[in-house]
Each structure stands twice: as structure tokens, then as C-alpha cells.
């Protein structure tokens, strides 16, 4: 008998992957899917036993994708050795690190940038979201000897290759020029500063590698959804106006809703059974945060944006051991951003109907571009 994940292609996911994944979660809750060549678990309380159970569901894959793209990173590894990478590279990312920077330099940044907006019309991706994502990564790390725009296409180039599923060669070729050229570039600059961390070169490099695929890509496309969402949602827009407390609501349940970065990928190490499933040994498994943050027994109308939801915290930004070391300086970056541009541009507006704007993506979810006018 044909399942529905035999008919589900990449290419429809990376269009639009809600509708798949709601006919999953209502009737093929965990799915092979043989254009990816992954199980996809697709429920709010299974994603979550995948990412609780690292007995049962191992991010040290073999293959692994991750470190095949990265090198060996700790998003590739379990226990000791992912505690070691991990700890290693926390303080560069905490509040007491960076909360000055959030506070300080942050809004002088967003104004630089919000000045230098051409009256007729800006690409947001280019003019204001990426190279605000980008310097909270260098700032952080002290990454001063390439431009924002260059450390930005590297950033792409690296994310092409995380996000090449169908193993298109000319994606893997773009994936190994970005690395070649931002290891050279990290290697110079970031190394010597981190060098306290007891990592070697190496290790540090392919990390600082993972922190550009979630830390400039999820914080870049955040602050794009979210002005576009407020724009579309001219009500929520004006409650956020009314409540500065609204601001982050706004931001937080659009991590929800469009989650930038959609799997954490696993391998099972023994047969498993979820939800009914027995997915076998050695499985490469896509915990789908996409899915579980529209769960439908998760959330209340889940499909729908809303600025005053309470129902508790999304998966966003992972869970468990794994949760993304860089969590707090993403959300608040993009909190800052979002809220700093419509307080110094009231009168800025889509340059067209929001439903033109193209939104692309499948692992890496976020708008191709955003053009907007004041």
C-alpha cells in the first residue's frame, strides 16, 4: 500500500511544506520519504522525543551531513564531545557577553542602515536584515578582517550546501567554495580569539562554520518574516504601536509560525517505534520543528499569525542538549531590528501585495527578497 510520503518531493517542500506536513500529522504522523531519504517526524510530542532521547535518536549520524558540509561540528555530536565543543563557544554568545552590544550598538546599527534606505524602495533582505544578522555574529566573535556582505554570501554558499538534499553537484561545488573561503577568513581572525577555548583550529572553524547557517541565516530571515507578517497583519501592527511589550510577542510567534530553520536531523540507534511507527536502526530521521510549531494539538489555530497567542514556547530554536547555543542574541536581534524599523519608518509599508512576496524553502525557510517603501 502506497504511504503518503512516497508522493511528497523536495521540490513541493521547498515551495510550500505546510500543506504536506499537515496531511502527515493527521494521518502519517512519521513518514519515509524517499526524495529525501529521511523519516519525517512531524508531531509536537514525538519531535520532542526524538530531540529528549539521545539514546534512541543520535545527532553523531553516520553519514552525517552536517559535519560531511561543516566538518566536525557540535551540532554532529552527542554527550562528552558535543558538551566540549558546546561549552567551549557559549560565553561568546551569552547575555553578559552580548547584552551590552543588543543595547548599545545594536540600535545605532539598525539606524546606520535605516538612513542609508533609498526613498524609492529597498530590498529589506539585503539593506537591513542580512547585514544586521551578520554583525551580530562578528561583533560577537571579533570577526573584523571581511565585510558583512562577504561573510553574507559565504553564509549562503555554506547553507546551500546544508540544505542540498538531492546532492545537486553544483550546490555541493558553491557549499565547498564558501568554506574554502570562509575558513581561510576565520582562520586569520576568529582562531587567535578563541583560542582560550582549549579548541583546536580546526574545531573552531567548522563551529564557527555551523554558527553562520543558524546564527546570521535564522536571525536575517527572522527579522524579514517578521516585518513582512506585521505588514500583513496591519492590526497586529497596530497593537505592537500601542504595547512595546507586543514587540517581542510579534517576533516570538513568528519563530512559530514560519520557523526559519525547519529539522533537527537524527539517526535512530536501534529499531524504534514512534507513534505507532517502527522506524529501523540506522535511519536518518528529520525531527520537523516546522511541523510540531503547527501542531494542531499543540496550538490553537495554528496556521494563523497572532501577536497575543499564550500557549507556551515553540521549538524554533530546538530543545533539549542541542538548543541553539546563540538563542538569545538571535531572538533578541531580531526584536530589536523589527521594533527599531517601524518605530523610525511609521509610514513604511510592502511595495506590493503581500501575497507576491515569494517565500521560498525548505530546510532554510525565508523570503527571496522584500521590497519595501516609505
Known amino acids: 500500500m502506497a504511504t503518503i510520503g512516497e508522493f511528497i518531493t523536495l521540490a513541493e517542500l521547498e515551495f510550500d511544506p505546510y ?4 496531511r502527515l500529522r493527521s494521518d502519517e504522523p512519521v513518514s519515509y520519504v524517499p526524495d529525501l531519504g529521511m523519516w519525517l517526524v512531524t508531531r509536537w510530542d514525538d519531535v520532542q522525543h526524538v530531540h529528549d532521547r539521545s539514546d534512541l535518536f543520535t545527532s553523531a549520524t553516520e553519514p552525517s551531513w552536517l559535519n560531511t558540509v561543516l566538518g566536525t561540528n557540535m551540532l554532529g555530536s552527542d554527550g562528552a564531545e558535543h558538551r566540549r565543543l558546546k561549552d567551549a563557544l557559549q560565553p561568546s554568545f551569552t547575555p553578559t557577553a552580548t547584552g551590552r552590544w543588543v543595547a548599545e550598538q545594536l540600535p545605532q546599527i539598525c539606524d546606520e542602515l535605516i538612513d542609508a534606505f533609498d526613498p524609492a524602495g529597498t530590498d ?13 555574529l562578528q561583533d560577537s566573535l571579533s570577526w573584523d578582517n571581511a ?5 553574507g554570501e559565504w553564509t549562503r554558499g555554506v547553507c546551500t ?14 557549499a565547498a567554495h564558501a568554506n574554502a573561503e570562509s575558513g581561510a577568513s576565520i582562520m586569520e581572525r576568529v582562531v ?3 583560542a582560550f577555548t582549549g579548541l583546536t583550529p580546526d574545531e573552531i572553524v567548522n563551529n564557527v562554520r555551523l554558527c553562520m547557517s543558524g546564527g546570521i541565516n535564522e536571525p536575517r530571515d527572522g527579522i524579514a518574516l517578521a516585518v513582512w507578517a506585521l505588514s500583513s497583519h496591519p ?3 497596530a497593537d505592537c504601536r500601542v504595547d512595546d511589550a507586543l514587540w517581542r510577542n510579534a517576533c516570538e510567534e513568528l519563530f512559530r509560525w514560519i ?8 539517526q535512530t540507534t536501534t529499531d524504534v517505534e514512534v507513534a505507532g511507527t517502527v522506524i529501523p536502526a540506522g535511519a536518518l530521521v528529520a525531527a ?8 494542531e494539538q499543540r496550538w490553537t489555530h495554528p496556521d494563523r499569525y497572532d501577536v497575543h497567542r499564550k500557549e507556551g514556547p515553540h521549538l524554533a530554536f530546538s530543545t533539549g542538549a542541542h538548543v541553539c547555543l546563540g538563542a538569545w542574541l538571535g531572538r533578541s536581534t531580531v526584536r530589536v531590528a523589527v521594533q527599531r524599523l517601524f518605530q523610525r519608518c511609521p509610514g513604511l509599508r510592502l511595495a506590493g501585495d503581500p501575497a507576491s512576496v515569494e517565500i521560498r524553502g525548505f530546510e532554510f525557510r525565508g523570503p527571496v527578497r522584500l521590497d519595501v517603501t516609505s
Do not use: C, K
Open 19 to 22: 500543506p504536506a506536513l499537515a
Open 235 to 237: 492590526e497586529a501592527l
Open 259 to 266: 520557523s526559519p530553520v525547519a529539522t533537527s536531523t537524527r
Open 192 to 194: 587567535p580569539h578563541l
Open 147 to 151: 565585510s558583512w556582505q562577504q561573510i
Open 124 to 136: 529589506l533582505m539585503t539593506a537591513y536584515a542580512e547585514p544586521i544578522a551578520v554583525r551580530a
Open 288 to 295: 520537523m520543528i516546522s511541523s510540531a510549531n503547527r501542531d
Open 161 to 174: 550546501g546544508l540544505a542540498n538534499f538531492a546532492n545537486d553537484p553544483e550546490a555541493a561545488r558553491v
